[in-house]
């Protein structure tokens, strides 16, 4: 079945880049999604790619994808203490199953 | 639109007892979803519904849960008897099939304690 997997924890000091990486196993994926959770909260959508684009750009937020390799992983530049949040990738098929595979979750931190 | 609306936000139930967890999904929306999140398995969907019919449920973890959605704009999960293993906060989420993308909307979650 599907399957997506994700580092648990990623700690960077403010100012600094953070990289937020992905593996899904679904071949058939079409849409991928970074969803961002912040403390008390439930999942909100970040940002999200079409798996027929290599990368988009929304801001601070670049996402990249490597469909060859089933990767895909989320920039934040100037990454701030606002920032400090689970970061979740799901991937889904598009084909109205409606149904989304997330990954376990990033805990960032970012320290000042 | 106000987004998913669930009840309670937090419940205190002892061991045994029943509960019942609310979801009001986003107007207009065809597919609801349950999940629970703890420390130890993440996030984990439980059961899914479109038009108000359960799709996979395979992922309830025994007989002791039971979702339901009488209307397109109420959902239930209950959990009788409770244990102490319940605990988690459960969250429900819905999306619209004729959007661009399967973006799910979250509600704020209902954090669970059995004692």
């Known amino acids: 079945g599907e399957d997506v997997e994700q580092s648990l924890f990623l700690s960077v000091r403010e100012g600094d880049s953070s990289v937020i990486n992905c593996t899904y196993t679904?071949?058939?994926?079409?849409?991928l999604y970074w969803y961002k959770q912040e403390p008390g909260a439930g999942l909100q959508l970040l940002t999200y790619i079409f798996s027929n684009m290599d990368m988009k750009q929304d801001q601070r937020l670049t996402v990249l994808l490597n469909k060859k390799d089933k990767h895909l992983s989320l920039r934040i530049a100037d990454t701030q203490t606002g920032d400090s949040a689970i970061y979740f990738c799901a991937e889904s098929r598009g084909t109205n199953a409606g149904k989304s595979t997330f990954g376990d979750g990033t805990t960032l931190t970012v320290k000042p | 639109d106000a987004g998913v609306i669930q009840s309670p936000r937090h419940e205190v139930t002892e061991m045994g007892q029943e509960v019942t967890l609310r979801c009001k999904p986003i107007s207009g929306h065809d597919y609801l979803f349950w999940y629970r999140q703890t420390m130890m398995r993440g996030l984990e969907l439980l059961i899914y519904f479109n038009n108000n019919v359960p799709i996979d449920d395979s992922g309830m973890p025994e007989d002791r849960f039971s979702a339901k959605m009488p209307n397109a704009s109420f959902s239930t999960l209950k959990i009788q008897p409770s244990e102490p293993r319940d605990s988690a906060v459960y969250f429900c989420a819905s999306s619209f099939s004729g959007g661009a993308t399967d973006t799910q909307y979250f509600g704020p979650g209902t954090r669970l304690t059995v004692l």
């Open positions: 679904d071949s058939s994926s079409t849409y």
